[in-house]
């Protein structure tokens, strides 16, 4: 039996049958689609997706050294905050982010990104140390040997 079948032999989107309805189930199957019918849909369905992407501007392809600049720009937001801690005086690291980002001349987003990364690696110490301990002299260390090697690769592999 089927319950809650409507007019048309459907219940919930699902064609019913049961013994009482079984010759009229029949009747009430969905058409096939030919082929050509099936080839149309497609061909409009790609055509659609097509001409919805004409009105979106192209965005702009980052390059290889991408995953790699913007680990360095956090390696550098890092160092920018336990440089005064560890090493009152040293090297300002801020200073060397602002002339790295004007040496790849980025567009707009990539600044973003790049600017973003380098205030993420300084915000993750700064929420550690609050002066410098063994710790955060080990961490320093640690960082610039990664801000090095992370440079000398992004050289090395895409440097003209």
């Known amino acids: 039996m089927a319950a809650a079948v409507g007019p048309e032999g459907l219940s919930r989107g699902f064609l019913v049958a049961s013994r009482a309805t079984a010759p009229l189930a029949s009747a009430l199957e969905f058409p096939r689609a030919s082929p050509t019918h099936v080839g149309m849909k497609k061909l409009r369905f790609v055509l659609a997706l097509c001409l919805a992407g004409l009105g979106t501007p ?3 392809v980052d390059p290889l050294y991408e995953p790699q600049l913007e680990h360095l720009s956090q390696l550098m937001g ?4 336990l ?3 560890c090493q009152p005086g040293g090297k300002d690291w801020r200073i060397e982010m602002s002339e ?3 040496s790849d001349n980025p567009d ?3 600044r973003q990104r790049l600017a973003g990364a380098f205030n993420d690696g300084y915000q993750a110490y700064a929420r550690l140390y609050r002066e410098c301990t063994a710790s955060a002299h080990t961490a320093m260390t640690r960082l610039i040997t990664d801000a090095e090697k992370t440079a000398r690769d992004i050289h090395a592999h895409y440097a003209e």
């Open 58 to 60: 192209a965005l702009a």
């Open 78 to 81: 890092s160092l920018y905050f």
């Open 83 to 85: 440089t005064p801690l």
């Open 100 to 102: 790295l980002i004007a």
């Open 108 to 110: 707009n987003d990539r």
